[in-house]
């Protein structure tokens, strides 16, 4: 057997697996890690030559040869006064070194340093001159910059490093400044002669100063500019849209923010461009989806191509638009901790942006990218009150018009979305667009209805199938069958709208139950109230009880404004009366809030209050007849009273709603009779249960003061009612939204005075009473007119 021992690896994997190790450990310092640290050139000192009484006996006799007597006295006197006189003359023996390469000097500081060997004219005076001259050019030069760098780790410590930079300001002066000339200098010289100061502006050239005047002149003339290069590319495109769509290139180019040079857009000119696109676009925009299929391995007919072309360039022209536009609008978005300041420029045009987009999902909202767009839009209704009006606006709209569905159930679960984000911090307008929806003929059974009744068909139709002997019968019968099917599938539109409704019923009542199980004393109550009170016909019959006693605990909680315990209890009426004998409930607790409350709505600050109670007491006349007449008798007596305190038009529904109470009720009748019935007591109206105020005693003496009002509608429905008829042939709420005049405004209008033609007036005086006539006569014939001056 071999003997065990180390297996034998190569140098080199040896190498690398040391290498490896030292590296994991940190101890390798790789060759690109060292700092290379250059070795400064130390300047040559250069010595001084010495020049001996020797050198100069060992060199007389070669002097001796070339030069006369004369000369080699001046040469040793200037020795003498001069010792580096010939420090720069080489020596024969050196060698001959290489030249260093000589840096580029400037004029400035070149110096000529050419000496005459023959004159020897320079002096020392001459050579400290020169150097003074310099240091003074060198001192009135700046200072070079410098720009630090990062520093640099060495062996012998950290090494600071900076580089010099340019001047860019003194570079871009020094085009400015024109060199002088010999004729500017004689101007000069001959001013100063003649007394005549130069300032320092117009030495160096004053520039030109723009007031504000030439630039609103500028900024008129280029806004005027624009707008008729605008309607030009605007009219043109609106005349042959199939061949002008280029058009919108430039429309869109001046919706940027700069423009190709990098000089800013004016914003004006950006709302120009982004208003006049929105209007080009509802006009050449279809009703209808856009859907495009690759056929490039397709052969088309030349018309076909060219429709292919123009819509596919319409929906990538259409694309760019409403991304320019989401990118402005985004202003208005700010995200938590953002606490910049925004110019009221950015968000004038930020709110055109919104209101562009509203306006095209409004127009088109079948048509592409319409959920991208409810997408961007419904954010707002988190943001200020002038961008949530304009998003609500357009979700009231399109809920409206909407005849599909599809869009409706996008917007709407979209809300539902914000609500689960934004929860008890959302505004309470935001749900104010739900209110909108035309879900009143939804029946959430509807359609498990429908596939029970397909399938009990199809179970008929087999069992005649395998029933039947007869052929002439068995066609007869499937025949029948056929065509009731064909029946119900000719309503798909119909039973397709019913579902999306019903998708957006469930959506909607799940945004109002979430709210009102985790946050029932959050600002979204109201809304939540609002929405159940107007959409309690289509919930569920197994989930009404819950409601029910979930608004009872919420009417009675007294945490709660007197405004949201008035909406509890109109919206448990409201369900109660959708219910009808569904629900097996008392409303006794709810009648008595509405009662007590009632007393307080005012023309003041309760006004708003009024339109509660009497939408709570329209749904208590909507099933009056399940009500003891005792309550109705109360609650007609508190709406007489509250006639009184209000508004024309919460008058005028209220007297309304008495008649409503009485044509339901005939013991009600006894309110206008003025005598009072034996033993029926007296009426306490500070009693807070309607039932035991001793309403049968009470009459309605509150109507002979409505016969004086100042509204003649309030006192012609007063008169009525006391007549026994009715005031009006309309619902309480219609009325007193048609004539409410809230808006500074009379309702129903006044009618002007005639203008009466007045009569010239005659010059004779007329007497109107003879006896006077006569009496004046007798006074004036008695009154002496002697006057006497003294």
């Known amino acids: 057997?071999?003997?065990?021992?180390?297996?034998?690896?190569?140098?080199?994997?040896?190498?690398?697996?040391?290498?490896?190790?030292m590296r994991k450990q940190g101890k390798l310092r790789l060759q690109r890690h060292k700092n290379k640290v250059q070795k400064q050139k130390q300047p040559t000192q250069t010595q001084?030559?010495?020049?001996?009484?020797?050198?100069?006996?060992?060199?007389?006799?070669?002097?001796?040869?070339m030069l006369d007597e004369e000369e080699q006295k001046y040469i040793l006197g200037r020795i003498a006064k001069q010792p580096n006189l010939l420090s720069n003359v080489p020596e024969e023996d050196k060698k001959e070194q290489k030249k260093p390469k000589k840096r580029k000097i400037t004029q400035d500081r070149t110096i000529d340093t050419a000496v005459s060997s023959d004159s020897g004219a320079e002096s020392e005076?001459?050579?400290?001159?020169?150097?003074?001259?310099?240091?003074?050019?060198?001192?009135?030069?700046?200072?070079?910059?410098?720009?630090?760098?990062?520093?640099?780790k060495t062996k012998d410590g950290i090494l600071e490093r900076s580089e010099e930079c340019e001047d860019t300001d003194s570079d871009e002066e020094q085009p400015d400044e024109a060199p002088e000339t010999s004729e500017s200098k004689q101007e000069e010289s001959q001013d100063s002669d003649s007394g005549m100061e130069v300032t320092g502006e117009e030495g160096e050239g004053s520039e030109e100063v723009v007031t504000a005047v030439q630039l609103l002149a500028a900024r008129r003339d280029k806004l005027k500019h624009e707008k008729l290069r605008i309607g030009a590319l605007c009219s043109s495109l609106l005349e042959n849209p199939e061949k002008k769509l280029k058009n919108l290139y430039p429309i869109l180019y001046l919706m940027d923010e700069h423009l190709k040079d990098g000089t800013p857009n004016l914003v004006s000119v950006r709302k120009l461009a982004s208003v006049s696109a929105a209007e080009v676009f509802r006009d050449i925009l279809p009703d209808y989806a856009i859907r495009h299929q690759d056929y490039s391995d397709v052969k088309l007919k030349k018309e076909t191509l060219a429709l292919y072309k123009y819509e596919k360039e319409l929906l990538e022209f259409y694309k760019r638009y409403l991304q320019r536009l989401e990118k402005a609008a985004s202003v208005l978005r700010r995200k938590k901790g953002d606490n910049r300041q925004v110019e009221d420029s950015e968000v004038s045009l930020a709110l055109v942006s919104l209101r562009c987009l509203c306006s095209l999902l409004e127009a088109r909202p079948q048509f592409n990218y319409a959920g991208n767009i409810a997408q961007s839009v419904l954010p707002f209704l988190a943001c200020r009150q002038e961008a949530r009006d304009a998003v609500t606006q357009c979700c009231k709209q399109v809920f409206t018009e909407d005849n599909k569905g599809d869009i409706t159930l996008k917007i709407v679960r979209l809300i539902n979305q914000l609500v689960k984000k934004r929860g008890t911090r959302l505004h309470p307008g935001a749900l104010e667009c739900l209110l909108a929806l035309r879900i009143r003929d939804v029946d959430l059974d509807a359609d498990a209805d429908l596939k029970h009744k397909k399938r009990q068909e199809e179970k008929h139709k087999k069992r005649i199938v395998n029933l039947s002997k007869k052929e002439k019968k068995r066609a007869k019968k499937l025949k029948e069958v056929e065509k009731e099917l064909?029946?119900?599938?000719?309503?798909?539109?119909?039973?397709?709208?019913?579902?999306?409704?019903?998708?957006?019923?469930?959506?909607v009542f799940h945004i109002y139950f979430r709210i009102l199980k985790t946050a029932p004393k959050s600002q979204l109550l109201e809304a939540v109230l609002n929405g159940l009170a107007k959409f309690s016909h289509v919930i569920n019959v197994e989930y009404y009880s819950e409601l029910v006693s979930l608004l009872a605990r919420l009417c009675?909680?007294?945490?709660?404004?007197?405004?949201?315990?008035?909406?509890?209890?109109?919206?448990?009426?409201?369900?109660?009366?959708?219910?009808?004998?569904?629900l097996n409930f008392d409303p006794a607790h709810f009648h008595a809030h509405v009662y007590a409350n009632a007393i307080h709505v005012h023309a003041g600050s309760s006004c708003d209050e009024a339109r509660v109670v009497l939408e709570a007491l329209c749904e208590v006349s909507t099933r009056a007849r399940r009500v003891s007449p005792a309550v109705l008798r109360a609650l007609a007596k508190r709406l007489s009273v509250v006639a009184l305190q209000t508004s024309p038009h919460t008058a005028l529904a209220a007297i309304q709603l008495v008649?409503?109470?009485m044509q339901s009720s005939s013991s009600l009748q006894s309110l206008l009779d003025t005598e009072e019935a034996a033993g029926a007591g007296r009426y306490d109206p500070q009693c807070p249960v309607p039932a035991q105020c001793g309403a049968q005693a009470a009459v309605l003496y509150e109507l002979a003061t409505l016969r004086t009002h100042f509204q003649p509608a309030v006192r012609q429905a007063a008169a009525a009612l006391l007549a026994r008829t009715a005031p009006f042939h309309k619902s309480p709420m219609h009325i007193y939204e048609e004539y409410d005049g809230s808006q500074m405004s009379f309702k129903p209008a006044i009618t002007p005075p005639q203008r009466h033609s007045h009569s010239k007036r005659t010059s004779q005086h007329v007497w109107s009473q003879q006896h006077f006539k006569q009496h004046c006569h007798t006074v004036e014939d008695n009154v002496q007119l002697n006057i006497c001056f003294n």
Request: charged residues 35%; hydrophobic residues 35%; neutral net charge.
């Open 1 to 21: 057997m071999a003997k065990k021992g180390k297996v034998k690896i190569s140098k080199v994997k040896r190498n690398n697996q040391t290498t490896n190790k």
């Open 48 to 65: 001084e030559p010495i020049y001996s009484s020797d050198s100069d006996a060992a060199s007389g006799d070669e002097w001796a040869d």
């Open 125 to 152: 005076t001459d050579n400290s001159e020169v150097e003074e001259k310099y240091e003074a050019e060198m001192a009135e030069r700046p200072a070079k910059k410098m720009r630090p760098l990062l520093p640099i």
């Open 486 to 507: 064909l029946e119900t599938e000719a309503r798909e539109n119909s039973e397709a709208r019913k579902k999306q409704l019903t998708e957006v019923t469930k959506t």
């Open 556 to 582: 009675a909680d007294e945490e709660l404004s007197a405004r949201a315990r008035l909406q509890c209890a109109r919206a448990a009426l409201a369900v109660l009366a959708a219910a009808g004998d569904a």
């Open 659 to 661: 008649y409503n109470f």
